[in-house]
Nanobody, 127 residues
């Protein structure tokens, strides 16, 4: 069982930056791929970014490429999402999730593959 807790959300103006953190429990954190997803009341949950357990592979949704960066610190069992050049359309609840089945060197964007989810952190970007 893995527990994940997100933090770092908030209200910012367009163009600003935020860094989200996701702290995970468990001694085998490096065995888990980690992903960030987001959701608004108007849209289904959508993939944002993910990183493999060993940190060697990352994938991003097209709408965040060049603006967001995912990283992880396995010693701290934490994954980060650095969000730059934020836009009002980035407003959403951001969720962190752990994928225990894909293996340390792989990563995927399909939410159904993720086993453990946090409660989410709200990001609001004003225009």
């Amino acid at each position: 069982q893995v527990q994940v807790v997100e933090s770092g959300g908030g209200l910012v103006e367009a163009g600003a930056s935020l860094r989200l953190s996701c702290a995970a429990s468990g001694r085998t954190f490096s065995d888990y791929a980690m992903g960030w997803f987001r959701q608004t009341p108007e849209k289904e949950r959508e993939f944002v970014a993910a990183i493999s357990g060993n940190g060697g592979r990352t994938i991003y949704a097209d709408f965040v490429k060049g603006r967001f960066t995912i990283s992880r610190d396995n010693a701290k069992t934490t994954v980060y999402l650095q969000m730059n050049s934020l836009k009002p359309e980035d407003t959403a609840v951001y969720y962190c999730a752990a994928d225990r089945r894909i293996g340390r060197a792989y990563v995927r964007s399909d939410a159904i593959g993720y086993d453990y989810w946090g409660q989410g952190t709200q990001v609001t970007v004003s225009s």
